[in-house]
């Protein structure tokens, strides 16, 4: 069934050093999928701890927060029909060497950590990853419909 769905999209440090984030909304566009908030950010070391607390526990987990802090990145809530698994689709797997050909983690990571891309993996993470970087004002959408 047809589903309108938020998500939210990273270009992540290394992808914004190497000038890739007009490639990444290129492929956004390109795919139908709306940008409906952006905004590049730099991220303090407590921002990015918070927003892989999930991963707190890995052996990546501090490697990741210096990755993710290294640099600005760009934050970005798409809208779109089954916006969730079509922007994961565009970003390929989180390996780049094992994703699909084409995926832009393929064409523009560097390695499992320095990815290029971040995407939101369910509805409930992509209400909560949303609220994270975006207040109300800064998203473009119907009142009703907002995250939070
Ligand atoms: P993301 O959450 O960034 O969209 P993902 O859902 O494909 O990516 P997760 O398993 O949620 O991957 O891991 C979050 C991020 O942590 C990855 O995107 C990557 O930057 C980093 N990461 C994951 N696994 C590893 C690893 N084995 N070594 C180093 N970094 C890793
Ligand atoms: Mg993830």
Redesign the pocket.
């Known amino acids: 069934m047809a589903e309108t769905q938020r998500t939210l999209a990273i270009v992540k440090p290394d992808a914004v050093a190497k000038g890739a984030i007009g490639e990444i909304l290129r492929r956004i566009e390109a795919a139908g999928l709306r940008p409906i908030g952006l905004k590049l950010v730099q991220l303090s070391e407590g921002q990015a701890r918070g927003f ?1 607390a999930v ?1 707190r526990e890995r052996p ?1 987990y501090a ?2 927060v210096k ?1 993710m802090t290294s640099g600005p990145v760009v934050v970005c809530a798409l809208e779109g029909e089954q916006a969730i698994a079509r922007w994961r689709q565009l ?1 390929g ?2 390996d780049p060497a094992r994703a699909d050909a084409g995926s832009i983690r393929k064409d523009l990571g560097t390695d ?2 320095r ?1 290029a ?3 939101s ?1 369910a509805p409930e993470t992509a209400r909560i990853e949303l609220a994270y970087f975006f207040n109300a004002t800064e998203i473009q959408g119907p009142v009703e419909a907002l995250p939070g």
Do not use: K
Request: proline fraction near 0%.
């Open positions: 892989y991963h990546f490697s990741l990755f970003m797997a989180t499992v950590e990815n891309v971040h995407g993996d």
